[in-house]
């Protein structure tokens, strides 16, 4: 059985820094591009952040770029998002998915929920003063 597991969240102030991770089972997560997505109150779920399975090349939301790092470890079947600098607005829970195939686009359309085969139950994420 595939599995997804978040952990890292916390209650943080701004200015902040929090480590993320995924940790896999039944999977191999090198066969996988791998996405962060978060959600806040009231909001849709929007991507954060995506690694391609092939060449490990990541690409960002405008509103992380600069602060949030996506990593991935195969000895680990593991991946994490470094968030620094953390901002009220990034408060929510934050979920890591993943796809087998992902269309041939523009990397803001494979950030999108639909896409991805596996999730994780979430981790959450506070920034308050």
């Known amino acids: 059985q595939v599995q997804l597991v978040e952990s890292g969240g916390g209650y943080v102030q701004p200015g902040d820094s929090l480590r993320l991770s995924c940790a896999a089972t039944g999977v191999n997560l090198q066969s996988y591009h791998i996405a962060w997505f978060r959600q806040a109150p009231g909001k849709e779920r929007e991507g954060v952040s995506l690694i391609l399975s092939h060449d490990g090349s990541t690409a960002y939301a405008d509103f992380v770029k600069g602060r949030f790092a996506l990593t991935r470890d195969a000895g680990k079947n593991a991946a994490y998002l470094q968030m620094t600098n953390l901002k009220s607005s990034d408060t929510g829970g934050y979920y890591c998915?993943?796809?087998?195939?992902?269309?041939?686009?523009?990397?803001?359309?494979?950030?999108?929920?639909?896409?991805?085969?596996?999730w994780g139950r979430g981790t959450q994420v506070t920034v308050s003063s």
């Open positions: 998915a993943i796809a087998r195939n992902l269309p041939d686009r523009h990397s803001e359309e494979q950030l999108q929920p639909v896409w991805y085969d596996y």
